[in-house]
């Protein structure tokens, strides 16, 4: 069949974890590049943010494609964290505290079987 990958030819699985924002630019550039995309929404880390994680099959010699497109399409940015209230209960007059978010959290695994029914 026209566009099936046989069970051999995936090698290693990556787990990306994205920022919401950078989710849809990085499926473009992957779909554009050949190399299907899963989608699963997340949510969670310091701040709790929306977050996506991409679940990648990657056939032999396509890790460096991928890692290269979250790479350009996934980037850093800077979020302001609200001070908390003081232990007395008053609020806090202290500016808010920049906390730098990451644009992607790689992992890449090796896939020993791979199977599509």
């Known amino acids: 069949m026209v566009g099936m ?3 051999q030819d995936i090698t290693s699985l990556v787990a990306a974890v994205v920022q919401r924002r950078d989710a849809e630019s990085a499926t473009n550039t992957l779909a554009q590049r050949g190399i299907p995309v899963t989608r699963l929404q997340s949510s969670g880390g310091f701040l709790g943010l929306g977050s996506v994680t991409l679940l990648v099959g990657i056939p032999p010699g396509k890790l460096e494609a991928v890692v290269g497109a979250l790479a350009q399409t996934c980037r850093s940015r800077v979020e302001y ?3 908390p209230a003081t232990e007395s209960g008053r609020l806090s007059l202290a500016p808010p505290t920049p906390v730098t978010i990451r644009g992607a959290t790689v992992f890449v695994f090796d896939v020993e ?5």
Do not use: I, K, S, W
């Not at 079987?113 to 029914?117: G, H």
């Open 5 to 7: 990958r046989r069970a």
């Open 81 to 83: 964290m609200p001070m």
């Open 113 to 117: 079987r791979y199977e599509e029914f």
